[in-house]
């Protein structure tokens, strides 16, 4: 099914045709009771008839609104431009919202692609572009919106990993977010075409890992947070090392050989990395 215009003609030539049909009605009548001839009442009851018919063919078309119009199960076609129109009478007409639509789906229990439980939830912002594959190609076409976003919400999560740790992953959920969502509103655009709506936007909006593994999982995080910043401290101690030994050489303060180099080292090492404060001891030479 095709979206198509209907035909329809300014809602005030209709009211013009309205005038006259009662200008028509109203000579025939009173010509019926002057003269009693039959055939003006008919022509007047005609009339008659013809004008509520006429009647029937108006409709007011609100901002961001469009009316799809049916005659007796036939498709006829569709009015989107706001305003007071004339068209076919005797036409059944469906109401279909052009206005930007905000989804919030439910927050949806799935495994990412290690298989780790999590919970996610997404918004949707999405509009009807296509009101004839909207009503008739699909029972509700919100409804399926709602349905189609939490499948395809549970499709993508399943394709990345919440996180990369490791670094083994190019995307994750929870690093990329922009990257997922891009990946996201693609994948619904595919799915909710042939309900004739496109796909604005769609985000992550709720990210967590499931309660069952939540506590593990920041266990995990904080362990790698202290190893991260673990290395920090030890680049930074060997560079201390390697330029406290280079200027003290440079300079000839101290002449040390390989092992009292390896001995301040060591000493060094364990003064700048351990986490404990250390306390210094003095060589006060040799007692005999």
Known sequence: ??????????????VF??????????????????????SDLIIAIVVALL????????????????????LF?????????????FTFPFTSRTNVSLKVINF??????VNDLEGNPIEIAAVVVYKVVDTAKAVFDVEYY????????????????????????NNDYEISLRQHSDEVGDELTKD???????AGVEVLEARIMHLAYSS?????????????????????IVDGAVSMVKSAIEQLSSEQIVELDEEKKAQMVNNLMVALVSDKGSQPIINTGTIY
């Not at 045709?17 to 028509?24: C, F, N």
């Not at 199960?73 to 129109?85: A, P, R, S, T």
């Open 1 to 14: 099914m095709k979206e198509k215009d209907i035909f329809k003609l300014n809602g005030f030539v209709g």
């Open 17 to 38: 045709i309205v005038l006259l049909l009662l200008a028509a009605m109203a000579y025939f009548f009173i010509s019926f009771t002057g003269s009693l001839v039959i």
């Open 51 to 70: 004008l509520l018919i006429v009647l029937t063919g108006f409709t007011i078309i609100q901002p961001n609104q469009a009316k799809v119009f049916t």
């Open 73 to 85: 199960g036939n498709y006829l076609g569709v009015i989107k431009k706001e305003g007071f129109w």
């Open 104 to 109: 919030n789906s439910d927050k949806l229990k």
């Open 142 to 165: 919100k409804e399926f919106v709602h349905t189609q976003s939490e499948t395809g919400l549970r499709h993508i999560a399943s394709q990345y990993p919440y996180d990369n740790f």
């Open 188 to 194: 619904l655009q595919k799915r909710l075409t042939v």
């Open 212 to 232: 069952e593994i939540a506590s593990s999982m920041l266990q995990r995080q904080q362990a790698k947070a202290v190893l991260a910043a673990r290395k920090v």
